[in-house]
Structures are given as C-alpha cells and as structure tokens.
C-alpha cells in the first residue's frame, strides 16, 4: 500500500503502517533498548531498524521481533572491531565503519561475518554497510578502487545468504571526515561494484543537509531500482520529519508517485527528548499529512 492509499483514508490511520519502520536506535530514548519493540509495535509500526544490534543475544532479539509481530527492516554491521568487546566500544570510541581503511581488513571481513549471522537469525534482508573515515589527506578517489574490490567481496558472501548490502550517504556536518556523502558518489560505487545485492540507503535528512535538491534526486535515482531503503527526519535539527526545512508532505506523495515499495525508516530524535511518551505524542506527523 502506497503513501497516498494511506493517507486517502480520511481521519484515521490503519492500525498498521506497511510503510515506515521505526528506528530503535533513535525513538523511544524514554525505555530501554528492548522495550521499545513492543512500543513501537502499539504505534502501529510492522517494521523496526536501528544502528547495532551486537549488544545483545540474536535469540532475545528475534523473540522481541516475533513477540510483537514486527519485521527486522535493517542493522548496521559493526562501526569497526575484531572481537565481540571492541565491536561493542568502537562506536563510542568514534569508529564509524571500516570499509576505506585498507589497513583494516581484518575487522572489515570479521565485521561482515558477524552482521550475516545476526541477519540469518534475525530474518533481515538489508545490511548497512558504514564507509569510515578518510584518513588525512588521503584522496577519497584514491581509495574508491580499494573500496569497490572489498565491497565486491562482502557482497558475494551476503549473496550467500540472500542478504542486500547498503552504502548511505552521511552528511559532513554531522560526520566530518565521512568517506561517503552524496547520492552520486554512492551510484559511482555501485557500477564498479557491479553486484546485484548492492544498494544504497538513502537518507532524506543526509541529502538535504549535504546536497539539497532532494525531489530531483529521488526523481533521478528512485526509477533505477537501486536505493533499497530510505530514511527521514526533519531538517536542521533530525526531528519530526513535520519541523523543519523539507516538505514531507510533498515528498512522501512522490514516493507513491515513483512507486517507491520499500520501508521509510524513521530515524529522528523526538522533539520531546527523554520525555515518558515523548515519541507517541510526536508521530502526529503521521496523520497531519493526510491526503
Ligand atoms: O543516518 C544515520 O546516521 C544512520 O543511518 C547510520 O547508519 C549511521 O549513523
Ligand atoms: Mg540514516
């Protein structure tokens, strides 16, 4: 069911949203961490995201995902590490992917093994994968070969298994240095990868910070078959996507127009913070932007 279908139902919503995940990594900063599937599920989300998953049992998670009748849209593979116990610091620590340090390899392809695991387990589709930080003055076109051999690489082994492997633009104000931060760049990836199992994750807020122009770029590379997830957020602040800058009302009904199937992961922080209910009381946006 598309946007428009959804929101053509006059005041009410349906009591599920095939549509938009819920990001756990970003709602429901109120409850712990396995706590919020249940709540994003009374929400009436069917799907759930977040950044990493290794802090915990693949068997506890895919209970809280069957318990509560969701699906697992997306995770990240590790930021960086090569045991259990650095992968669980390297995000905190700064690591933000490893897939540009050449020197890395290690952690790269361990990172890999570990994310395919939870996958299997968690029934998951879709992995991210995080490009890393650009050494200093180090040319990001110098390492664009090294990046497509081992994407290609990772790729055939997430084949195996009938995993997608995502790449997705950052932004630079949120995370200078990033290896990867435009539409563009993450298409050029995908032709010298030239694997099927290879999409790009495209983040709404990342774009309109970075590039702007955000309908043109939907319009552009929505009918290419290759973003295989999309995230949102209001602008300037990754909010609700109903503040800021960017006109969701307008580009979730192009998403129907584009015939957009795929999930909308919500990846914002609620306005309302740590506030019991804080997220709830924000999805309002849902049902403003009834058609
Ligand atoms: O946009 C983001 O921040 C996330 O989708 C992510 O995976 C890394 O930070
Ligand atoms: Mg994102």
Redesign the pocket.
Known sequence: MGCATLYALPHSLPPTMPRFAA?L?FLYPDLPFLERFEAAARDGFTAV?Y?FPYAWSKQDLAARLRGNGLQQALF?APAAGADLVSVGRAWDSGA?GVLCLAERQDEFRYGMALALDYAATLECPRI?V?AGLLPNAVLRESLLQAVADRLRWACALAAEQGVTLLI?P?NLR??PGYFLNRQDHAHEILDAVAAANLQV?M?L??CQVQEGDVATKLRRYLPTGRVGHL?IAGVPDRQEPDAGELNYHYLLALLDELGYSGWV?C?YRPRLGLQPGGTTAGLGWRQRWSF
């Open positions: 990001n990594s995201e950044l990240n933000r991210h995080m997705e950052i949120d995370m994750q983040d807020y990342h995230q992961g990846e």
